[in-house]
C-alpha cells in the first residue's frame, strides 16, 4: 500500500510566513481560501472586480485583488479557476509571478494534456481533494478532512513539502493525503466522472426509470425505486464499502444483486469503459472538449437541455418539494 501522509508528516516551515494567492472562489476556491486563513496562512484571492465572487469574498473576510495584482509577490498561486480558463488566465497572470514560486492545481487537466506549459523556475504542484469545495469545507470546520491526492510536476523535495502543507492548511492531511502523478490523477479523475459517478451512475438511473415507466408504472413509484433510494445505497458504500451494504439490505436484495447485477453491467459495459478509458489516455476526450468549448458548446448545450428536461427531472421536482430537509442539508 502506498504511503499516506497525515499532520505528523508536514513539515510546518515549508509555508511558514508564506503569501498564497488563490485564483477562482468558486467551489473548490472557496473553501481553499477560508480553510488556509483560518489555519493562520496570508491569503489574497484573485478575481475580477466585475464579478460577483468579488464582492462575496469580501464579505468573507478575506482580501480581494484582480488576478494579476494577487500574484504580485506570492509564494504560492493556485489556479482553482475552471479547466478550460486556466489557460488563458495563465498567460495573463504569469508576467507578475515571482521567481521561484510555487503554482498548484487541484487538478491536472491543463498541466497533463500540455494546455500549460510552465515556466521552468516555478515549482508545479498538485493538491486534490477528493470531494466537492462544500464539503472541504464542512469537514474542516468539523475538525475533520476530505482525504487528497498529492503530485509534483516540477521541483523536488521542497515542492512535495509545501504542497504538503498546503494540504495541511485545507485539513486535508486529516483525512490523508496520498502520492499520486499528475497523469494519474487527471486520468482516473475524468474516468471515474464519466464511466461511474457521473456518466455510468445518471444513465443507470434513467435507464432504469424509463424502463419502469414504459413497462406502465407510475412515474413517482419509479422516481422513488431508481433515483431517490440511491442516496442510502451510495451513503452504505461510503461509509463501509460494499460490506457494509451487505450487511444492510435485505437477503432479496443480495440475492437480486448478485445474480441480476452483473446482468446489467456486464462484460460489454467494462469493454466500453475500456474505450472511455483510452480515449482519455490518448488525448481524444480532452481534443474534444477544448474543440466544444471553442466552438460554443453547441452539441454540449443540446445534450444538457435534454437532460435537463428528461420526465425523471420533471417529476423529481415535484417529489422534491415535499421534502424541503434536502435542500437544508446543503445548505
Known sequence: ?????????VNKKALANARIAILGYGSQGRAHALNLKDSGYDVVVG????GASFAKAKKDGLEVAEPTEAVKN???????????TQKDLYAEVIGNIKQGATILFAHGFNIHFKQIKPRKDLDVVLIA????????????????????????FQGGKKAKEIALAYADGIGGTR??????TFAEETETDLFGEQAVLCGGATELVVKGFETLVEAGYQ????????????????????????????????????????????????????????????EIQDGKFARQWIAENKSGRKKYN?????????????????????????QEERA
Open 129 to 152: 481533494p477528493k470531494g466537492p469545495g462544500d464539503l472541504v469545507r464542512r469537514q474542516y470546520q468539523q475538525g475533520r478532512g476530505v482525504p487528497s491526492l498529492l503530485a509534483v
Open 302 to 326: 443540446k445534450l444538457m437541455n435534454a437532460d435537463l428536461k428528461h420526465k425523471i427531472e420533471k417529476v423529481g421536482l415535484k417529489l422534491r418539494e415535499r421534502m424541503p430537509w434536502l
Open 47 to 50: 478575481v475580477r472586480k466585475s
Open 175 to 180: 483525512g490523508g493525503v496520498l502520492t499520486t
Open 219 to 278: 412515474p413517482e413509484v419509479a422516481y422513488y425505486e431508481c433515483l431517490h433510494e440511491l442516496k442510502l445505497i451510495v451513503d452504505l458504500l461510503h461509509e463501509g464499502g460494499m460490506t457494509k451494504m451487505h450487511q444492510f439490505i435485505s437477503e432479496t436484495a443480495k440475492y437480486g444483486d448478485l445474480t441480476r447485477g452483473p446482468r446489467i453491467v456486464n462484460k460489454n459495459t467494462k469493454k466500453e469503459m475500456k474505450k472511455v478509458l483510452k
Open 1 to 9: 500500500m502506498p504511503q499516506i501522509y497525515s499532520q505528523k508528516d
Open 74 to 84: 506570492a509564494d504560492l498561486i493556485a489556479f482553482l479557476t475552471p479547466d478550460l
